[in-house]
């Protein structure tokens, strides 16, 4: 079968229209699903209750020091940069069921879905480096067989997030488009391209052209606690180093839909560990 959303193959990069649709069940909800389908992202306030994100901080950095969890190190001091397959953990749990949580998800892919991927990202000084520009989906396509756009990501912040941390930056509309990545001369291993990534990612003079193409300007999304930030797959993003002095967490729940489980990796030859992309243990949302 043909791959519609081919990446990493030829030496040229190419921008491609997006084959499929934004928000499978319907715009009609009591959220701005609308703002969602037409920008790639929705902010919600006030969403979580505050004493579910404080247990679910405490737990975020009780893996941060434990000797069991999968983990993801910085490359120039290997300090933790993130903790995967966090979502069945105490004080994190209870999050991965939250029936309104439930309720987006079934509205936005239009039916059952599961965690592909749960994270925790620390930024936790200024040594703890950034995310280079890029689409999730072209990594998870790439590397992980997730084959259509069927997946999004739900953010949330168990700190406030600022611009001085290295809040999330956004080009608004730019999921409407897909980056499909030249062929680098090497590869890298999974991990390696985890903790900064090699592969897929655009040039500056590609993010120039797609912010043109938009009329976008780049979004810094600020967020605080309780809030719940959805991004879509496919919308080009990068964040920058924290430079505040103080820790920033945020965890990371990674829904798709269950018409689209893995396949094999599209363009990769060795499939990522479970914990990056699951395929086996399905927590189903
Ligand atoms: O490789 C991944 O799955 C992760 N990497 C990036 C750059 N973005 C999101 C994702 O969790
Ligand atoms: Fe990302």
Redesign the pocket.
Known sequence: MKDIYETRISKEHKLVNRQDEVVFGGLISKYDLDFYEKNGYLLIKDFFNKQDIDAALFEANKIKDDDCSYKNYELNNKKVR?ALSVHNHDGIVQLAKDNELHDLSYQILGGRSYIH?S?INYKSDSESTG??W?S?FE??HA??GMERMMCF?AMIPLCKNTVENGCLRVIPKSHKIYYSAHKEDNEFS?EH??SD?KEGCPSLSVIDEIIKKFGSEVVDVLCDVGDLLLFDCNIMHYSEANKSGEPRTNL?F?INSMKNMLKKPFSCIIE?PEE??HRKNIFEI
């Open positions: 993130s991927q994270r995310w280079s890029h999730d990594t998870w590397q992980d990501s999974a391209n985890f990534q990371f990674v990522r990056m992309g």
